[in-house]
Nanobody
Framework: QVQVAESGGGLVQAGGSLRLSCAASGRAFNNHNMGWFRQAGGKERIVVAVINWSGRTTYTAGSVEGRFTISRDNAKNTVYLQMDSLTPEDTAVYYC????????????????WGQGTQVTVSS
């Protein structure tokens, strides 16, 4: 079993940057694909970025491609989401999740979730 906890959210002005961290516990972390999702008020939870267990394969949603970068440090059991050139449309609660199975882009395919961290971008 893997437990995950996000940190690094906050309030930032448009054009600014934030780096989210997801600390995971459990020996199996290195075997899990990891994803970042976000959920804005009243909307569904959608994928932002995904990284495979080794870190060699990543996916970034079109809406954030070129601005957000996902990475992981298996030695530290941590996944990161570097967010640059933020816009008010990026405002949401950001969630980190771990998937036991194969490559996954849907929230329903993820098994373990953090509590989320709020990111607010002011104009």
């Amino acid at each position: 079993q893997v437990q995950v906890a996000e940190s690094g959210g906050g309030l930032v002005q448009a054009g600014g940057s934030l780096r989210l961290s997801c600390a995971a516990s459990g020996r199996a972390f290195n075997n899990h694909n990891m994803g970042w999702f976000r959920q804005a008020g009243g909307k569904e939870r959608i994928v932002v970025a995904v990284i495979n267990w080794s870190g060699r394969t990543t996916y970034t949603a079109g809406s954030v491609e070129g601005r957000f970068t996902i990475s992981r440090d298996n030695a530290k059991n941590t996944v990161y989401l570097q967010m640059d050139s933020l816009t008010p449309e990026d405002t949401a609660v950001y969630y980190c999740a771990a998937a036991r199975g194969g490559w996954a882009l849907l929230a329903s395919d993820y098994d373990y979730w953090g509590q989320g961290t709020q990111v607010t971008v002011s104009s």
